[in-house]
């Protein structure tokens, strides 16, 4: 079971441009690199996934190196709105098909006007 | 498209008495799973179903949790008697397959404190 490890917390103020990095030096063959993002009072959210290189869509990018032991989520120009917990899971590897989430304690980023 | 529902959105009771809390996942979605999120923490999986069939219940404490997915769509977890601890929010998802890392849709949650 690959673990992760974040930074607990982050400042930004709006409009710069935040990289959130996650480790997972024990990253199977076959796990994704997956992001969510929770508001006060809501569910997660899936942001984006990626399993190597970079991956892109409307709301981010994820940067992943070729030894995959690290990935770098990246929020370009911040808002308020995007003050959240942001969490880096790895899938749970091997051949199992039950899905599983391993939350860890994620990243709270805090933008500031 | 309409997402996972859950209720009561709060609920506040007090130790040794049982709650009960019901989730809808989203049409189609043969998996629905049950978390746990203690204040400060990532949500922790209690219980998978995979249609009407428990796929994962192995940190579910079962001797005070129970859940059900009778006909294969909504939900219920229930907690009794319920402990101090207990207090967290409970948080339902469902996706399309349960494959290995699909995304997940989640629900609002429901908040308990246990008094």
């Known amino acids: 079971l690959a673990k992760t490890t974040q930074p607990i917390s982050m400042d930004s103020y709006e409009g710069q441009e935040v990289n959130i990095t996650c480790s997972h030096n024990?990253?199977?063959?076959?796990?994704?690199i997956t992001w969510y993002q929770q508001f006060p009072s809501q569910g997660p959210r899936f942001i984006i996934q990626g399993y190597k290189t970079k991956v892109t869509n409307e709301v981010a990018s994820l940067f992943i190196p070729a030894d995959r032991k690290s990935s770098t989520l990246s929020l370009p120009r911040v808002s308020l709105s995007d003050t959240a917990v942001y969490y880096c899971?790895?899938?749970?590897?091997?051949?199992?098909?039950?899905?599983?989430?391993?939350f860890g304690q994620g990243t709270t980023l805090q933008v500031k006007p | 498209e309409a997402g996972v529902a859950q209720s009561p959105r709060y609920k506040i009771i007090e130790k040794r008495q049982s709650v009960a809390f019901w989730c809808n996942p989203i049409?189609?979605?043969?998996?629905l799973y049950w978390y746990q999120q203690i204040l400060g923490q990532g949500p922790k999986l209690l219980i998978q179903f995979q249609n009407n069939g428990v796929v994962d219940d192995s940190q579910l404490p079962k001797d005070r949790f129970s859940a059900e997915r009778l006909k294969g769509v909504d939900s219920t977890l229930k907690i009794q008697p319920a402990k101090l601890e207990d207090s967290a929010v409970y948080l339902c998802a469902s996706s399309f397959t349960g494959h290995h890392q699909e995304t997940q849709y989640f629900g609002p949650g429901t908040r308990l404190l246990v008094l």
């Open positions: 899971l790895v899938g749970e590897g091997g051949s199992g098909n039950t899905g599983k989430l391993i």
């Open positions: 024990n990253i199977a063959t076959n796990d994704y």
């Open positions: 049409s189609g979605h043969a998996t």
